[in-house]
């Protein structure tokens, strides 16, 4: 279980670092530990894998990948897992997922797939379809992001 | 925002996405791999957040492994309400993202929460309010891959 401490610390670098010199020392302050103790934590989360990275969020839409899709595969369930294996390799997805069925939604497997244009996903789609051998695909462009934003940890 | 990126900008960025130094001065350690000033490289992060390009500079931690639940939900909204229904969804801070997609499942959203029991809440309340036809939870079984780090 995590600590109060664990706890405050999670939630005061999930937020935006502060472009100082000594930002960590800032961010020990608030925890009321030295900047020393805060790095070893960091560095213990990290090593943990509690933490999966500490970097840029992009927007990718301004970053130039003015475009994006969730496509979806249905896929039997014995070949699920050879198949996320290879959706994953593919750079242009940036996540990859096996999720459970609904009675009026099939897909099992989920990707988010990037691109400079919408064609380029439609062929980024069609392409891993080939790929895994299943070709019953859907792919959901987002018409307007409503939120997005970290988790928010206390 | 169509302004091209410099090539130093595009440096920056590709180094960002990695993971920051865990040291006490992380900026001039950055700023010395990209052999320029502290000060330049604070100046450019910042007016690359200005303009839209870095959303945020953050730890990013597995939410399981912290204790925490997270899962992907779709709703079926009439045209008519979708806004109400995104506003709707977007006033639980538990939810991170929520777009609207073309699709029966017209609105879709995460949620990562302190407790299952939390997600199946929030999950109950929207499938009671008017404004949604359907409402379904797609919890993951699997994950395959997380890497948002694009080369720009």
């Known amino acids: ?33 030295s900047e020393d103790k805060l790095l070893a934590r960091l560095k213990s989360y990290k090593k943990s894998g509690m933490m999966r990275k500490f970097s840029a969020v992009l927007h990718h839409i301004n970053a130039g990948f003015k475009h994006n899709a969730m496509c979806v595969w249905n896929v039997p369930e ?77 | 925002m169509n302004r091209a990126l410099t090539a130093l900008d595009k440096r920056i960025l590709n180094r960002l996405q990695q993971d920051i130094p865990f040291t006490a001065e992380p900026w001039k350690k950055i700023a010395g791999e990209l052999n320029i000033q502290e000060a330049r490289l604070l100046n450019r992060i910042a007016i690359l957040k200005k303009r839209g390009i870095i959303r945020r500079i ?7 492994k912290v204790g925490f639940v997270s899962t992907l939900a779709a709703a079926k909204v009439a045209p008519e309400n979708i806004e109400a229904a995104a506003r709707a969804v977007n006033k639980y801070p538990e939810v ?42 797609l919890p993951a079984v699997r994950l395959f891959k997380i890497d948002v780090s694009l080369k720009v």
């Open chain 1, 1 to 33: 279980m995590l600590s109060p401490l664990d706890k405050k610390i999670i939630s005061l670098v999930s937020k935006d670092m502060l472009l100082s010199s000594r930002p960590f020392k800032v961010m020990a302050g608030k925890a009321g530990i």
């Open chain 1, 78 to 154: 014995k070949s699920a897992l050879n198949a996320g294996r290879i959706i994953a390799a593919f750079d242009y997805v940036s996540h990859c997922y096996q999720r459970k069925r609904r009675a009026d939604w099939k897909y099992n497997l989920y990707a988010m797939v990037h691109g400079k244009t919408r064609a380029e996903c439609i062929k980024a789609a069609k392409k891993i379809s080939g790929k895994i051998g299943f070709p019953d695909c859907k792919i959901l462009f987002s018409s307007k992001e409503y939120k997005k934003t970290g988790v928010k940890y206390g």
């Open chain 2, 58 to 64: 953050a730890a990013v931690f597995n939410p399981r």
């Open chain 2, 96 to 137: 991170t993202h929520n777009y609207k997609r073309q699709e029966e499942y017209n609105l879709w959203f995460a949620l990562v929460a302190p407790s299952r029991k939390k997600i199946t809440l929030i999950i109950n309340r929207l499938k009671k309010n008017k404004k949604f036809k359907k409402v379904i939870e």
